[in-house]
């Protein structure tokens, strides 16, 4: 019977972690049209809607309700957080890209490689209600 050693053990994950990072990447690299139904509200809906819905600190702190795609266009208190088209410089994506002094999601684990291209592509392709 094979024993697998501590460190051979710990290589095999770090290579499948590596592996299926490639993996994701490779899938988000589909150019086809993003959808806000199908692709981006579910990410929202996971991730960031525990605090931005009517009445979670997100909402109250920032103003920003992810609940709607209007709420999300309408932006924070200080005004809209996506340039439609612009993803490099929306706030939405600087700050789950990590590119702000504070990230989103808040004090949690942050988005995967494949959610922040999604969300990059969509803005790209114009932040449609799609
Ligand atoms: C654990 C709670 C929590 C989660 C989850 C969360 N946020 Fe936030 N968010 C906050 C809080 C609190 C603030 C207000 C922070 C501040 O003003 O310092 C905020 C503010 C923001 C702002 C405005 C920042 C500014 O400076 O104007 C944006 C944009 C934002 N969040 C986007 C998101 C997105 C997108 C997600 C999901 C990917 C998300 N948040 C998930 C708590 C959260």
């Known amino acids: 019977m094979v024993k697998f050693s501590g460190k051979l053990a710990l290589l095999v994950a770090v290579l499948l972690v590596f592996s299926f990072?490639?993996?994701t990447n490779s899938r988000a690299d589909w150019s086809g049209e993003v959808s806000y139904q199908e692709d981006v509200y579910p990410i929202i809906h996971f991730r960031c809607l525990s605090c931005h819905k009517e009445g979670a600190e997100g909402t109250n702190q920032?103003?920003?309700n992810?609940?709607?795609y209007e709420g999300l266009m309408k932006g924070t208190k200080y005004g809209p957080i996506i340039v439609p088209g612009n993803p490099m410089i929306s706030n939405l994506n600087v700050m789950v890209e990590g590119r702000a002094a504070i990230r989103m999601p808040h004090n949690k684990r942050r988005l995967n490689p494949c959610d922040i291209k999604i969300?990059?592509?969509?803005?790209?392709?114009?932040?449609?209600?799609?």
């Open 62 to 64: 920032s103003g920003l």
């Open 119 to 130: 969300l990059r592509q969509w803005v790209h392709q114009g932040a449609r209600n799609n």
């Open 21 to 23: 990072g490639m993996v």
């Open 66 to 68: 992810l609940e709607t």
